[in-house]
């Protein structure tokens, strides 16, 4: 039996999966298996997933379209290893990832982990801008695959390790989208279980190719952090409103010519000031000034994307309990 097991849901995305397959194929350390969960696409993965098969331990599934959250569970129950592992489709492993994940439960044994996310050298400049604005100490992702964190480790979907133990006690995902890795995260933490950060299993995140489909996915992520407070209300942090404030923030900002042409021109230095924060940044950090400006643009879509969705979704749940 493999000692671990890696779960990819796939949605329309061959392209995506040959390259992460790829990845997997060249890991130093070799006992996993790798089971394709083919989530009702339409543009299949098939003949992807046979290219792979005389490389890797894999196998290949094709099932009605039920979202990512049960996909994992249809893999979950399938799956013969001792940790389960689930990666989404965009991402690429270093093939040092298992010889890290191993060498850390040998030293320190999790029962779930998680492991931070980066951008690959090969990355287009758009990719690597909206890597850092998901990332950096400047926006929503400051505190996102990192040791210094308040509470307990919640790793998320994207690059995340579970014993099998934790999948037979908590049954999986109970919602298979909006949220649905962070509701995992919280029930695997209530239950009892440890969970960590392995800081060395890195993956590289390709993430969203143009800003409209990144606004979209951060959209729906800041109606996602709504949807869990609905099960868990007490998760729903100071924090978290961050991206709503900044969005609200604009509104006022927009007025303030007609309140106080003052307190406007301190608003817009503020203003001028942060997102500059964000361009020296991310220049230095990728060496870049295309980066550097691009991650300017990416840092405000994740913001007025996370806010609004956030917005839309919180006046939703205030109009559902209004009516119970």
């Not at 931070?116 to 926006?139: C, N, R, V």
């Amino acid at each position: 039996m493999p000692k671990y097991s890696v779960i990819v849901p796939v949605y329309n995305r061959p392209g995506e999966l040959n390259e992460l397959l790829e990845s997997l194929s060249q890991q130093t350390f070799r006992d996993f298996e790798v089971l394709i969960i083919e989530d009702g696409s339409l543009n299949k993965a098939v003949e992807i997933a046979e290219k792979w098969k005389t490389s890797l331990d894999l196998h290949y599934f094709y099932k009605e379209n039920t979202g990512q959250g049960f996909s994992r569970n249809f893999g979950f129950s399938r799956a013969k290893g001792e940790y389960l592992l689930v990666f989404d489709s965009d991402c690429l492993v270093p093939e040092h990832y298992f010889e890290a994940v191993e060498k850390h439960l040998l030293k320190e044994p999790l029962d779930a982990w998680g492991g931070p996310d980066k951008a690959h050298p090969a990355f287009t400049p758009l990719q690597k801008a909206i890597s850092y604005s998901m990332t950096s100490l400047f926006t929503t992702g400051g505190i996102r695959g990192r040791k210094k964190r308040l509470g307990a480790f919640h790793p998320r979907s994207f690059n995340m390790g579970i014993s099998r133990r934790v999948w037979e006690k908590t049954g999986g995902y109970i919602i298979t989208r909006m949220g649905e890795d962070i509701e995992f995260s919280i029930r695997i933490i209530e239950q009892g279980f440890r969970t960590g950060l392995i800081e060395e299993a890195f993956v590289y995140h390709k993430r969203r190719t143009s800003l409209s489909q990144f606004y979209k996915q951060l959209h729906f992520f800041g109606r996602a952090r709504i949807n869990i407070s609905r099960f868990f209300p007490e998760e729903l942090k100071p924090v978290h409103a961050f991206p709503a404030a900044f969005v609200a923030g604009l509104f006022l900002y927009l007025l303030l010519p007609l309140l106080s042409l003052k307190l406007f021109c301190v608003a817009t230095i503020l203003l001028v000031f942060y997102f500059l924060m964000i361009f020296v940044d991310a220049t230095l950090e990728n060496q870049s000034l295309r980066v550097g400006t691009l991650s300017v643009a990416a840092a405000f879509v994740q913001l007025w994307a996370y806010g609004t969705g956030f917005w839309q979704e919180l006046v939703r749940k205030l109009k559902e309990e209004k009516k119970q």
